[in-house]
């Protein structure tokens, strides 16, 4: 390469800058929003800082992708995997500058995220392939597509970027029966069990009193409204953002269905899940949350919706689902008061933890302990097959309040 090639780097390193595009590629198929300007601006970026050090180039590709803090773990998986052959990597930086320091250790690949080794998969060949003869980048590609019965049961931390999408697919697809409940207002039936008054005075009118035909009614029935409370932070990240799946599809399916996103603070995003396109949903979602990933502050939270939102949205008979591990920034303050006052002002609370799914869970952080002596019912919520669990249990006509409580909370008084 001649002086003025070396002088003008990555602009006219051809290998470097389309091994910069693949990585982006890789970056946005693992869910990173990565479009060609981004690019561009990474190139520039790297020209800007020089190639002299290894962790200039990271943090210079760093500036450029990274946006949000959930996404700083994939950035880091992704670069130490692309860029992990040491001798690769020199003699691609040898393109623009002879030097490279390689001074931070690698990561090992098997701690890599399953969407993140699919991302860097595809289209690895036509990139490298003229490095056919070097050691190859050893990632478990066996990433065949599951049918339904292993992605019912499957975690949805455990699913790679193909399974994800599928079970998005399901998920817009399954529907939640909510028992209808009898309301206050009548309705008239030939069937119903009641005499309308007004109704049959006003037959007798009609017909001049010589025949007083009686006319019934029945009550209405309808479902309850339902409440969703879902927590949004960084341990409960992957779940969240599947179930969004979930609760677009329950927004677009039936009326009176309330969504509000919690971390550090709530959030209504009712208005958001009633966009038709999913799409377009999380992504207005996604600009009025900020804080996603961060702490959680369950006590906080649940003390604005009760005073903020409870008269407004817990209608008759509302069913409030709380979806959040229990894992609380402020140890659990305020949360057990919160979570009474809310069980009090709906028909039924339901608990829905993904941490439930571990054989061996037992109550023992604050926040859990403080939340389960509330609820009605404690449920895991971890892959598709607990959903439809949910589904069917709420089909069912309704039992006594807490009746299924008594074994979590004779568990609790042990680990006490």
């Known amino acids: 390469m001649d002086g003025d090639s070396q002088k003008d780097g990555p602009q006219d ?29 990474a190139i520039a970026a790297v020209r800007a800082v020089g190639m002299g050090r290894r962790d200039d180039f990271y943090w210079a590709l760093h500036a450029v992708f990274v946006n949000r803090q959930d996404q700083r773990d994939i950035f880091d998986q992704a670069f130490h995997v692309f860029w992990r052959n040491p001798r690769l990597l020199e003699r691609m930086m040898q393109l623009v500058l002879p030097q490279l320091q390689l001074d931070q250790p690698q990561p090992d690949a098997a701690e890599m995220n399953r ?37 019912q049961s499957m975690d949805f931390e455990k699913m790679s970027g193909d399974e994800v999408r599928q079970a998005q697919s399901m998920l817009r697809r399954l529907v939640l029966p909510i028992a209808e409940m009898r309301t206050r207002r009548f309705a008239p039936s030939s069937a119903g069990g009641a005499v309308d008054l007004r109704a049959t005075l006003r037959g007798a009118l009609r017909s001049g009193g010589d025949v007083i035909p009686l006319e019934l009614k029945k009550r209405r029935t309808r479902p309850p409204a339902l409440i969703i409370l879902c927590d949004i932070s960084g341990s409960m990240s992957r779940y969240s953002r599947m179930l969004l799946h979930f609760m677009h599809a329950l927004t677009n399916d039936r009326d009176r269905v309330h969504t509000f996103l919690f971390g550090t603070r709530l959030t209504n995003v009712t208005r958001y899940l009633r966009k038709r396109d999913v799409d377009e949903a999380l992504s207005k979602v996604g600009e009025a949350v900020g804080d996603w990933s961060g702490g959680t502050r369950i006590g906080a939270c649940i003390e604005g919706f009760n005073r903020l939102w409870s008269r407004r949205v817990l209608g008759q008979g509302a069913v409030v689902l709380l979806i959040t591990d229990g894992l609380d920034r402020d140890a659990g303050d305020g949360v057990a008061e919160e979570v009474e006052r809310l069980r009090r002002s709906c028909q039924r609370l339901i608990w829905l933890n993904p941490l439930l799914r571990f054989d061996g869970f037992a109550p023992k952080s604050l926040g859990v302990r403080a939340i389960l002596p509330h609820v009605d019912e404690f449920r895991p919520v971890h892959n598709l097959e607990s959903l439809g669990a949910l589904a069917e249990a709420l089909s069912r006509p309704e039992t006594r309040r807490g009746a299924g409580m008594a074994s979590w909370l004779r568990r609790m008084e042990e680990v006490a």
């Open 13 to 41: 390193g051809g290998k470097l800058v389309a091994n910069i595009m693949h990585f982006a590629r890789a970056l946005r198929m693992a869910g990173l929003p990565i479009g060609p300007g981004k690019v561009l601006d």
């Open 115 to 151: 969407r993140l080794a699919e991302a860097l998969m595809q289209g690895n060949e036509a990139v490298l392939a003229d490095e056919a003869d070097e050691e190859k980048l050893e990632i478990d590609a066996a990433f065949t597509a599951s049918d339904k019965e292993m992605l």
